[in-house]
């Protein structure tokens, strides 16, 4: 960092000086400038592109869907950490590497098209916010039937015989 520094400090063409810095030296720089800055003391909502057409309920409407994202979410973080782990193994086949793929990747794609600004806002039509739900709800089942059975396997590696794992400890939405 520090050749690159000074390097830019050397050959820009421009008033300004790189350096290292603190948050109290850089409030300090701007305090003493004596600088005016603006306030907006009205609210930007309810928000309007066009008259009469208000975009109200933002952070009130479709709450679940709000949810249902923060949910995928955590299950997303947990699951993408066995994911991990199992892929890296060396006993692992091709055909599990796609299944894990597979349900991660489907994961992925709806809980990115779920935080669409149309989604997660409220603001779609309600057939397709049902649509939403419908293929987060989906993906979800099948990224925690692949997290139920990696969990089957990491318990019973760290325990052995000890247990006996039957079924899947979660089963979905």
Same mark, same amino acid.
């Given at each position: 960092?520090? =050749?690159?520094? =000074?390097?830019?400090? #050397?050959?820009?063409?421009?008033? &300004?000086? %790189?350096?290292?810095?603190?948050?109290?030296? *850089?409030?300090?720089?701007?305090?003493?400038? !004596? %600088?005016?800055?603006?306030? =907006?003391?009205?609210?930007?909502?309810?928000?309007?592109?066009?008259?009469?057409?208000?975009?109200?309920?933002?952070?009130?409407?479709?709450?679940?869907? =709000?949810?249902?994202?923060?949910?995928?979410?955590?299950?997303?973080?947990?699951?993408? *950490?066995?994911?991990?782990?199992?892929?890296?193994?060396?006993?692992?086949?091709?055909?599990? &590497?796609?299944?894990? #793929?597979?349900?991660?990747?489907?994961? %992925?794609?709806?809980?990115?098209?779920?935080?669409?600004?149309?989604?997660?806002?409220?603001?779609?039509?309600?057939?397709?916010?049902?649509?939403?739900?419908?293929?987060?709800?989906?993906?979800?089942? $099948?990224? !925690? $039937?692949? *997290?139920?059975?990696? %969990?089957?396997?990491?318990?019973?590696?760290?325990?052995?015989?000890?247990?006996?794992?039957?079924?899947?400890?979660?089963?979905?939405?």
């Amino acid at each position: 960092m520090d =050749k690159l520094i =000074k390097y830019f400090n #050397e050959h820009n063409t421009a008033n &300004i000086t %790189l350096m290292y810095s603190t948050p109290g030296a *850089y409030i300090d720089s701007l305090n003493k400038q !004596n %600088l005016t800055w603006p306030v =907006k003391y009205d609210d930007m909502f309810p928000y309007s592109d066009n008259p009469q057409d208000y975009w109200s309920g933002y952070f009130t409407s479709r709450q679940a869907a =709000k949810k249902q994202v923060r949910d995928g979410q955590a299950n997303l973080h947990a699951s993408n *950490y066995l994911f991990a782990k199992r892929v890296i193994q060396e006993d692992i086949k091709q055909a599990e &590497i796609e299944k894990i #793929e597979k349900a991660k990747f489907a994961m %992925l794609d709806w809980m990115g098209v779920y935080q669409h600004h149309d989604a997660v806002a409220g603001t779609a039509k309600q057939h397709v916010a049902d649509n939403y739900v419908t293929k987060l709800s989906t993906s979800m089942y $099948e990224n !925690n $039937e692949m *997290y139920s059975y990696l %969990l089957d396997l990491q318990i019973y590696k760290d325990l052995g015989e000890k247990v006996k794992v039957q079924g899947t400890f979660f089963n979905g939405i």
